[in-house]
């Protein structure tokens, strides 16, 4: 193998690698180490999940889909026994069962607080009593008109069963009350939550985790040559300023406005290293990239080709052909028009713009190798007018009588960040939620594509002498290999959804090892990632990056173009290409 | 073939902090930023809350307890429910409308 020579150019910034790869490169490079330890805790969410179906979930499938076939022929529109059925389905949950209980206590983030932060790790009994008896007071209200929607569906089900389904006045009336029902019992469900609060300490969970975080990665490091030991020391100031990050996050009010663990964690990062200083002992567990890259292996398997299919093909046309033109035209002119300086800068805006906000940008930043300062720029700027757009936009669609459908279809596809999706989405009705919901998911999938694509064109033509042409084998050499893990968990993760089937693949796989395994796991990766961010970071380069306000013009241009062709993409596919499927949602 | 990098495109661990203030000014600097999130927190940000723009969206994620601050959909128990629903409308779309189900 040609080992690794490195060249001095005349301009002292930029070193000339040849390209090398070696087999020790499996256990020694950040890369590879990221997707083993991903794999790892992958196999064992499948190991577990797919060892602990519901119990009796075959038949309890088999009974629905037959009511559901049953209520298909029956009438015109989906009758109240027809959600019913799809109700018994949504309760199949592998992370029901007790070990995905236990994993979920083992694993949790600081608990939602208003008033007393102590309430994020600690509530006593007699607190929890009082939640419930308050809770209590309006569970019993939402109860009784979730009851009430019923009674009122089914009466007008009923009326318009009289006439044999033939008189359309009567089938309208039975579908706004049975969509009124469903709101209804949405509120109700999740009254029915608040009701269950009991007391709890999440303090020895947390130092549990810590420990367990602390050896899991400071095994890797160790395999790359670096000081288990100093790691270990360093971690559990990391972990403690995530903790921090995501107490802040479950604040009420911040919740309100969307800011999550993302923007906290560097906050308080940066506050630590533009004040005080980052301590010199921390700073061998400041892995961003290490973080990051076992996150986004783990990201990988919560990318779902199958799911696109099972979801519709108008959001599929409005997601797959909006976001790639508007990602490549915000770069174009980000390039020619505008003139960012840094090409990973504009890459990194571009993909959080019009993909899906801060998980693309994360993704995006580690497949061109953008710098921690720009990555926190994008976040940034991504969140700032993903709390705006998630109170005018359902403010304007109303104001201007869209309908329910087109509005939810233009959020999903506008709305950075996926939670702010869903709160503007049910805001406006179920069907916008649900409508919003299906383009973000399909946004959500396409970071796959983007980060491979990325990546290989960073590799092929951006990252490379002018006027070079790069071969297979230096793109090899350069791709950063933990995207083929990323790109592996998908592919292994979407056959093994189509393979078992939506129903059952919810169950274990949705609802089993991507939920209660992955996920959980992949936002303490990416939270220790956001806190580095922020404890490696100084002020003054990140201000360097603000200079003459290009970045947020740039996503200021970008979101009105994505803003306008998604209205028309959205407005053509479900109301001229697929009225059809626009009339069943 | 060589391969141009940018060396400032790869800072060692601590790059970056190095014009941190420490000391008693970087302690000061410390504790306004406390304050300043404390403010933001707990009188700024709930004070905002009440404007007319923002207070219908704020009861609403309060009331249906939405995660309105996660990023990806299975972190957001209602794209659960929306994949769950969309998938069986395709499914199982009344027929009584003489169309063929699009989804296999």
């Given amino acids: 193998m040609v080992e690794n020579i490195e060249q001095r150019s005349p301009d002292d910034e930029v070193v000339m690698d040849k390209p090398t790869s070696q087999w020790s490169d499996l256990w020694k490079k950040e890369d590879y180490m990221a997707i083993w330890l991903g794999f790892f805790i992958l196999l064992v969410g499948v190991l577990i999940y797919f060892n602990n179906a519901p119990s009796g979930m075959d038949q309890t499938i088999s009974s629905a889909n037959a009511t ?34 236990t994993i979920k206590e083992f694993t ?8 007393n932060p102590v309430h994020a790790f600690y509530m006593s009994e007699e607190t929890a009593g009082e939640i419930r008896r308050k809770a209590s007071v309006k569970y ?40 009124q029902w469903r709101e209804a019992k949405a509120s109700a469900s999740s009254a029915k939550k608040k009701v269950g609060v009991s007391a709890y300490n999440q303090i020895p969970h947390l130092i549990g985790l810590m420990i367990v975080l602390a050896v899991f990665f400071g095994i890797g490091m160790k395999f790359m040559g670096k000081s288990f030991g100093q790691f270990v020391k360093g971690f ?41 200083g980052t301590p010199k002992w921390v700073m061998p567990s400041v892995q961003t990239e290490y973080f990051i890259k076992t996150g986004l292996v783990l990201l990988g398997a919560e990318i779902l080709f199958g799911k696109i299919l099972s979801i519709g093909v108008p959001g599929i046309f409005v997601a ?97 960040a996926t939670g702010a999706v869903a709160a503007a989405g ?105 806190v580095s961010i922020g404890l490696a970071t100084n002020f003054r380069e990140l201000k360097e990056y603000f200079k003459g306000g290009k970045p947020l013009i740039l996503y200021i241009c970008g979101q009105t173009l994505n803003l306008c062709l998604t209205l028309l993409m959205a407005y053509i596919m479900f109301y001229k290409v697929f009225p059809e499927i626009t009339a069943r949602i | 073939m060589a391969i141009c990098r940018n060396k400032s495109n790869d800072p060692g661990p601590g790059a970056g902090v190095e ?54 959909y299975t972190e957001v128990e209602e794209f659960s429910d929306a994949r769950l629903n969309w998938q069986h409308t395709m499914t199982y779309a009344p027929r009584a409308l003489t169309e063929p189900a699009l989804c296999p």
């Avoid at chain 1, 022929?73 to 949950?93: C, G, H, N, V």
């Avoid at chain 1, 949790?108 to 008033?115: E, I, L, M, R, V």
């Avoid at chain 1, 100031?237 to 911040?254: Q, R």
């Fill in chain 1, 236 to 276: 559990l100031f990391v972990f403690l300023i995530a903790i921090l990050a995501y107490t802040a996050a479950s604040n009420a009010t911040m919740k309100h406005y969307g800011i999550g663990y993302a923007a906290w964690a560097i906050l308080f990062g940066l506050i630590i290293s533009n004040t005080v």
């Fill in chain 1, 108 to 115: 949790s983030k600081p608990q939602g607080w208003s008033g």
């Fill in chain 1, 426 to 530: 049910a805001f406006l009705g179920e069907r916008a939620l649900y409508t919003a919901a299906t383009i973000k998911m399909i946004q959500n999938v396409l970071i796959g594509v983007i980060a491979f694509g990325v990546a290989v064109y960073w590799c092929a033509k951006v990252d490379c002498a002018p006027g070079q042409r790069v071969s297979a084998v230096e793109i090899w050499h350069r791709f950063p290999k933990f995207v083929i893990g990323f790109i592996t968990a998908s592919i292994v993760f979407s056959f093994m959804y189509s393979s078992m089937g939506a129903d059952v693949s919810y169950a274990v796989i949705d609802h089993g090892a991507l939920r209660g395994m992955s996920k959980i796991f992949r936002g303490w990766f990416f939270c220790l990632a956001f």
């Fill in chain 1, 320 to 416: 797959w052909v909006v976001t790639p033109t508007v990602l490549i035209t915000t770069y174009i002119v980000g390039q020619k028009l505008i003139r960012i300086p840094s090409k990973t800068l504009n890459m990194t805006i571009s993909a959080d713009m019009s993909v899906c906000g801060v998980s693309a940008a994360i993704a995006t930043a580690a497949a061109c190798r953008a710098k921690k300062e720009e990555l926190t720029l994008a976040v940034g700027l991504s969140l700032v007018f993903t709390s705006i757009m998630m109170i005018l936009m359902p403010a304007f669609i109303k104001a201007v009588g869209m309908p329910e459908i087109l509005g939810g279809a233009w959020m999903g596809g506008t709305i950075d």
């Fill in chain 1, 140 to 179: 019993e209200a939402a109860s009784q008109r979730a009851e009430a929607a019923l009674e009122e569906a089914k009466q007008a089900q009923q009326a318009a069963a009289a006439a044999n389904f033939n008189n359309e006045s009567l089938n309208e009336q039975a579908t706004d009350e049975i969509i």
């Fill in chain 2, 19 to 72: 014009n941190a203030p420490g000391g008693l000014r970087g302690v000061v600097r410390l504790l306004v930023s406390m304050g300043l999130i404390y403010m933001f927190m707990f009188h700024l940000g709930p004070a905002l809350e009440q404007g007319a723009w923002i207070k219908p969206m704020a009861d609403f994620i309060e009331e249906r307890n939405i995660e309105s601050s996660m990023y990806f």
């Fill in chain 1, 68 to 101: 559901l076939e049953e209520q298909a022929d029956r009438a015109p529109f989906k009758t109240i026994e027809w959600y019913q059925a799809m109700d018994a389905k949504s309760k199949l949950k592998a992370t029901g069962s007790s070990i995905g209980k």
